[in-house]
T-cell receptor, first 112, second 115 residues
Framework: GEDVEQSLFLSVREGDSSVINCTYT??????LYWYKQEPGAGLQLLTY?????DMKQDQRLTVLLNKKDKHLSLRIADTQTGDSAIYFC????????????FGQGTTLQVKP | DAGVIQSPRHEVTEMGQEVTLRCKPI?????LFWYRQTMMRGLELLIY????????DSGMPEDRFSAKMPNASFSTLKIQPSEPRDSAVYFC?????????????FGPGTRLTVL
């Protein structure tokens, strides 16, 4: 079945780059997503990548996709304390009903 | 659009009581999802609907949990009777269900505490 795996915790210093990694199993996923959850709030889409792309850049965010290894990463440049949150990787479920398979979430801690 | 609306935002109840959580999805979305989030278990999908029809309820913990979607603009998640281990944040999300881009929009959540 479909499964998405992430490391649970990452700690970086303010100004450094953060890299959050994710592996997934369904090679037919058309889109892969990164969600951000700030304390006390729901998940919010941060960025996404279409499966025929290797890389997508959006300001401080860079998403890298390695389809061969089914590996997705999110790089945050110049990490700020406001980036402290839980980051979820997700892939589309094969049912085509809008269901997403979420990873466990990576808690990013940014130290000043 | 106001986004996904959930009520109540906070609920404190005693063990054995019935709890009803409510969700209004974004207008035009045809898929609705109920999730539960705890420190121990992370984010769990409980049940989801497509065009108001329950598609997969395999994540519902047990018979004490039930969910309905009587129309495209309203869904409820009911717990009867509630137990302390049901304490969690419950999220509702909606999306345009389909084979392509499927961004889910999450509500703010209902924080449930069962004493």
């Amino acid at each position: 079945g479909e499964d998405v795996e992430q490391s649970l915790f990452l700690s970086v210093r303010e100004g450094d780059s953060s890299v959050i990694n994710c592996t997934y199993t369904d090679s037919s996923s058309t889109y892969l997503y990164w969600y951000k959850q700030e304390p006390g709030a729901g998940l919010q889409l941060l960025t996404y990548i279409f499966s025929n792309m290797d890389m997508k850049q959006d300001q401080r965010l860079t998403v890298l996709l390695n389809k061969k290894d089914k590996h997705l990463s999110l790089r945050i440049a110049d990490t700020q304390t406001g980036d402290s949150a839980i980051y979820f990787c997700a892939e589309s479920h094969s049912s085509n009903t809008g269901k997403l398979i979420f990873g466990q979430g990576t808690t990013l801690q940014v130290k000043p | 659009d106001a986004g996904v609306i959930q009520s109540p935002r906070h609920e404190v109840t005693e063990m054995g009581q019935e709890v009803t959580l409510r969700c209004k999805p974004i207008s035009g979305h045809n898929s609705l999802f109920w999730y539960r989030q705890t420190m121990m278990r992370g984010l769990e999908l409980l049940i989801y609907f497509n065009n108001n029809v329950p598609i997969d309820d395999s994540g519902m913990p047990e018979d004490r949990f039930s969910a309905k979607m009587p129309n495209a603009s309203f869904s409820t998640l009911k717990i009867q009777p509630s137990e302390p281990r049901d304490s969690a944040v419950y999220f509702c999300a909606s999306s345009f269900g389909g084979p392509s881009y499927n961004e889910q929009f999450f509500g703010p959540g209902t924080r449930l505490t069962v004493l």
